[in-house]
């Protein structure tokens, strides 16, 4: 699958749509979702241009992958999570419901976050 250069999260990363920015470094912007599904749910997100996980995976630079991984802790700590504990998930595709050709990582915290997967 071909990037899409015109997708939301593109846009935002030009600074064409606003945000509310949790977290950034070289490699990555954090920002809260629009349609949070716990009270604290916070995207992550790479800033080359990467369709997904496995896009992200195969293609990234060492650098990248390093500086984004390092961005998701960063924001995890910033959010004051670790302590209570929180969830990251990442959906790749079809099956997961993937709705953002962008790659992304949820965070999700600030409550008991129940089974992994809805059933
Ligand atoms: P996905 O289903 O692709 O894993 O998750 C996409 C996420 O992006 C959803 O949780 C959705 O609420 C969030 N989202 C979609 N559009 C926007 C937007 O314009 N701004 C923000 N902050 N979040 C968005």
Redesign the pocket.
């Known amino acids: 699958m071909a990037y899409d250069d015109q997708n939301?999260?593109a846009?935002?990363l030009r600074g064409e749509?606003p945000?509310?920015k949790v977290f950034e470094n070289d490699h990555a912007l954090a920002?809260?979702?629009?349609?949070?599904?716990a009270p604290t749910?916070v995207?992550v997100i790479p800033k080359g241009p990467y369709v997904s996980a496995d896009d992200f995976s195969a293609k990234a630079s060492d650098a990248e992958i390093a500086g984004f991984m390092r961005a998701i802790g960063d924001t995890a700590r910033a959010l004051g999570l670790p302590d209570a504990g929180y969830r990251i998930?990442?959906?790749h595709g079809t099956n997961?419901?993937?709705?953002?050709?962008h790659f992304?990582i949820?965070i999700f915290g600030g409550k008991p976050l129940g089974p992994m997967l809805a059933r």
């Open positions: 939301i999260f846009r935002i749509i945000c509310d920002f809260k979702d629009i349609n949070p599904q749910h995207l998930l990442a959906n997961a419901g993937q709705e953002v050709p992304h949820h």
